[in-house]
């Protein structure tokens, strides 16, 4: 018995999870080059801090 109505739920959840998987990348980079950032600027802080 073949039933596409599974078949075509699959291919929606795998669908959406791939969107999700690209949503989760795109955040996780995001929030790394703001770490980076921001680490960028603390040392640069400390650093002007340390000079006197």
Do not use: A
């Amino acid at each position: 018995m073949d039933r596409p109505d599974t078949q075509s739920l699959i291919g929606d959840l795998s669908k959406s999870f791939k969107n999700l998987k690209n949503l989760l990348f795109q955040r996780y980079f995001v929030s790394m080059w703001l770490v980076k950032k921001n680490s960028l600027i603390i040392s640069q802080i400390t650093l002007f801090v340390h000079k006197d």
